[in-house]
């Protein structure tokens, strides 16, 4: 099993780097994702809300499986190109003098026909590349705009 827990303290308000994050076209700062948008037919953005997901080499659908503005949210990737194994996704949000505190985690594999263990090693260092880019992104964005 692939773990993956990335943690960033970014200096604004916690009710705008949820959002920010919670934002699927903030996805798109990911320097391997071309789109991502909610899904045609999504409920409204909170619990159920679908994101899709389009990268070089890769395809998501995810569902937000939890949403508690603006402390926390999870995701499951329920589909996807190469096929994943999600065990899930969560991101919490904790103010603290400095701004806010994100810790995001998740864990996953590839199944043995996807590439299993070879593609994890693959997909882990690019996941994590793809994760610290949309932290800083949020960073970038929010830390230099008035508030």
Excluded: N
Aim: hydrophobic share 40%; aromatic share 10%; charged share 20%.
């Amino acid at each position: 099993m692939v773990e993956i827990h990335l943690q960033q303290t970014i200096a604004a308000p916690l009710d705008q780097v949820f959002d920010w994050l919670a934002d699927p076209a903030s996805l798109a700062t990911a320097p391997l994702v071309l789109k991502s948008d909610y899904a045609k037919g999504s409920p409204p953005p909170g619990t159920g809300a679908v994101r899709e997901v389009i990268g070089i080499g890769t395809w998501f659908r995810e569902k937000i499986t939890a949403f508690d503005r603006p402390r926390s949210y999870s995701y499951l990737i329920v589909r996807a190109i190469p096929p994943f194994d999600h065990e899930g996704g969560t991101l919490t949000f904790t103010a603290s003098d400095a701004g806010t505190h994100v810790d995001w985690l998740t864990s996953y594999t590839h199944p043995t026909r996807a590439g299993g263990k070879v593609l994890e090693a693959l997909t882990r260092p690019l996941l994590r590349w793809s994760f610290r880019a949309i932290l800083s992104g949020c960073a970038k964005a929010l830390e230099s705009s008035p508030r």
